[in-house]
Nanobody
Framework: QVQPVESGGGRVQAGGSLRLSCETSGIVWNIRGMGWFRQALGKEREFVAAISRSSTLPNYADSVKGRFTISRNESKNTLYLQMNSLQPEDTAVYYC?????????????????WGQGTQVTVSS
C-alpha cells in the first residue's frame, strides 16, 4: 500500500506564500505520477498540479500557472507544492494524490491513493 501524508497548510494573507509537503510511505517503487488537488467549501474537487515520477512532465491548472510550482524529491519520497502570490480564491483543502497507472494526469480518477488533506486559508 502507498500512503500519502500532507503537511504545511495554514493561514496566510493574500500575496503570501506557503509550501505543502506530501510524504509517501509503503510500496513506492511503482508510483508513476503524483499530483495535487483542492476542494473549496461547497465546490467539487479540482486539479491543481501534477508531476511524473521522473519530474520531467509538470502540469498545472490555468488558475495556478505561474504562481505554484510542483516538485518531487525522489530520495525522500516527498512531493512539494510551492504556492506564491496566494489569493483568497486559493482557499481550500489541498490533497496529495498518487497514481500507479498514469505518469501525469489532471483527472482525479487516474489517482489510486489519496492523503487526508491539509487546509489552506488565504485572507484578504
Amino acid at each position: 500500500q502507498v500512503q500519502p501524508v500532507e503537511s504545511g497548510g495554514g493561514r496566510v494573507q493574500a500575496g503570501g506564500s506557503l509550501r505543502l509537503s506530501c510524504e509517501t510511505s509503503g510500496i513506492v517503487w511503482n508510483i508513476r505520477g503524483m499530483g495535487w488537488f483542492r476542494q473549496a467549501l461547497g465546490k467539487e474537487r479540482e486539479f491543481v498540479a501534477a508531476i511524473s515520477r521522473s519530474s520531467t512532465l509538470p502540469n498545472y491548472a490555468d488558475s495556478v500557472k505561474g504562481r505554484f510550482t510542483i516538485s518531487r524529491n525522489e530520495s525522500k519520497n516527498t512531493l512539494y507544492l510551492q504556492m506564491n502570490s496566494l489569493q483568497p480564491e486559493d482557499t481550500a483543502v489541498y490533497y496529495c494524490a498518487v497514481s500507479l497507472v498514469a505518469a501525469i494526469s489532471s483527472r482525479s480518477s487516474s489517482y489510486t491513493h489519496w492523503g487526508q488533506g491539509t487546509q489552506v486559508t488565504v485572507s484578504s
